[in-house]
């Protein structure tokens, strides 16, 4: 038996942070019960508050920040949809996904009594253990999916859609999505292509390797970020992918001649 992963709250975040976990594998359900999200999906920025909710759809690249209100904690309850839990209560009360959706990444839910009477009963089946745990979650799980259901009928056709992304302009998604720190695994994924066929059509696109094309790509919006935007290093080499600000210090000056901070100066 699977059963999606419900967490309340997060982990207290009193500043901002940048989440390593830039891809959404899971459908995701998601209340902020106190203060902000800030999420970004290579297209568009959505500001998220405290008593919204919203739905995060799988497969996609999203980065966020969180940050708690004054004096307080950032909390939210969040429900992870896996795929083997969709198949089953797809099967179970028959939904099925009849026709194409979106690309929105995210998508807004109006509030709702219902929705408010879920996330408020989710607190106490916390406390419970072992099987009887996994029980009492498993109901909750499939009432919030009928929910979502009945207050917004047209994401069947989202929770129930069980492709895989189809192949699409690898030029266009890289170019709109090379600030994330992804693989080559999952970036092969996103654009509908085994990771031999995206690394062939890629050189055949860029001249070049995904590698040296994404070091390349971000080194030099760092460079325009930090020269004419007057931006830090320190504040732009997670934004751009890179996970650590040494290897960035070291690639930026390998490539430039000079360091970040002379560059600033």
Request: a positive charge; charged letters at 25%.
């Amino acid at each position: 038996m699977e059963s999606t992963h419900i967490s309340y709250p997060y982990p207290c975040h009193t500043s901002p942070t940048i989440s390593n976990e830039q891809f959404v594998p899971n459908h995701l359900f998601m209340h902020v019960v106190s203060g902000t999200m800030t999420l970004y999906d290579g297209n568009k920025e959505y500001t998220i508050v405290s008593g919204d909710y919203c739905f995060v759809k799988r497969n996609h690249l999203i980065k966020y920040t969180k940050k708690g209100p004054v004096g307080g904690q950032f909390k939210t309850v969040s429900v992870f949809f896996s795929q083997d839990f969709l198949k089953s209560f797809s099967r179970e009360y028959n939904f099925t996904a009849d026709e194409a959706v979106g690309n929105d990444s995210i998508i807004r839910l109006a509030p709702d009594p219902l929705l408010q009477n879920y996330v408020q009963s989710i607190g106490p089946y916390q406390k419970l253990t072992g099987k009887e745990h996994e029980d009492f979650l498993l109901l909750k799980d499939k009432e919030i999916a009928l929910l979502l259901v009945k207050l917004n009928p047209d994401l069947k056709n989202v929770l129930f859609d069980f492709n895989d992304p189809g192949k699409i302009d690898l030029e266009a998604f890289m170019n709109s999505n090379y600030k994330f720190n992804v693989s080559m695994n999952r970036f092969s994924y996103l654009t509908g292509r085994s990771l031999t066929t995206f690394k062939r059509d890629f050189e055949k696109i860029f001249n070049t390797s995904p590698g040296r094309w994404l070091l390349e790509k971000r080194l030099q919006e760092a460079h325009f970020l930090i020269e004419k935007k007057g931006r830090h290093a320190s504040d732009v080499y997670l934004e751009l992918g890179f996970e650590d600000l040494s290897h960035f210090s070291f690639a930026f000056k390998k490539m430039y001649g000079i360091s970040p901070n002379q560059l600033k100066k």
